[in-house]
């Protein structure tokens, strides 16, 4: 079965300092990675996603995460962080070697609140 | 804004009240879902249509009746709810459930529902 696990229910960073979110995953077959923001009283929103390629994708606002196959990792950083990146994260998988029936369908972590300090 | 459109973006109902959720996307996708989102539980997956077959029901109380007339328009048929059903609905589409890479999906921003 697919799961993935985000381990810290909060990352709190200074601004400016690096951050980094954790996100592991176990899925049968090459997996499908994806990060999604929530700001507050909304829906979540894409940032990025791994498939295939390059180990290292840049997604929107400056992210950027990298896909560790031997770790099954998929860690969310940005080099720098803002106040205003303050919000609820959320790592997803999907087992790309299942497409039918509940193995097409992301499986979403529990979220971790990144809390940035001026 | 993400393209998905949700109405009412707020509501509160008796247990013996029957009310709607609607959600509207515009970005020509194929696929449309609902989660629920609770405090301090992961997203719970709820329904999923593809191409307006309903391919998901992940044991979702019969309380809740999902409706897709077409691959824009989705609806959550509520009635009989009861408290524990209060929480933040949300609506997601995709290119297509199953296969290519446009796998990531794009959410509303949410109905919080809360049931007195």
């Known amino acids: 079965a697919q799961s993935v696990a985000q381990p810290e229910d909060q990352v709190n960073v200074a601004e400016g300092n690096p951050l980094t979110v954790k996100c592991t995953y176990s899925v049968s077959g090459n997996p499908y990675l994806f990060w999604y923001v929530q700001y507050p009283n909304r829906g979540l929103q894409f940032l990025l996603k791994?498939?295939?390629?390059?180990?290292l994708v840049k997604g929107s606002y400056g992210f950027e995460a990298e896909f560790n196959k031997s770790q099954t990792s998929f860690h969310l950083k940005k080099p720098s962080a803002l106040v205003s990146d303050s919000a609820l994260y959320f790592c997803a998988v999907r087992d790309g070697a299942n497409y039918g029936g509940s193995q097409g369908n992301l499986i979403f972590g529990k979220g971790t609140k990144l809390s940035v300090k001026p | 804004e993400t393209g998905v459109t949700q109405t009412p973006r707020h509501l509160v109902m008796g247990m013996t009240n029957k009310k709607s959720l609607k959600c509207e996307q515009h970005l020509g996708h194929n696929a449309m879902y609902w989660y629920k989102q609770s405090a301090k539980k992961p997203l719970e997956l709820m329904f999923v249509y593809n191409f307006k077959e309903q391919t998901e029901n992940n044991s979702v109380p019969s309380r809740f009746s999902p409706e897709c007339p077409n691959s824009s328009h989705l609806f959550l048929h509520l009635h009989t709810l009861q408290p524990e059903d209060s929480a933040l609905y949300l609506c997601a589409s995709s290119q297509d459930q199953r296969e290519g890479n446009q796998l990531e999906q794009y959410f509303g921003p949410g109905t919080r529902l809360t049931v007195t």
């Open positions: 791994y498939i295939t390629g390059d180990n």
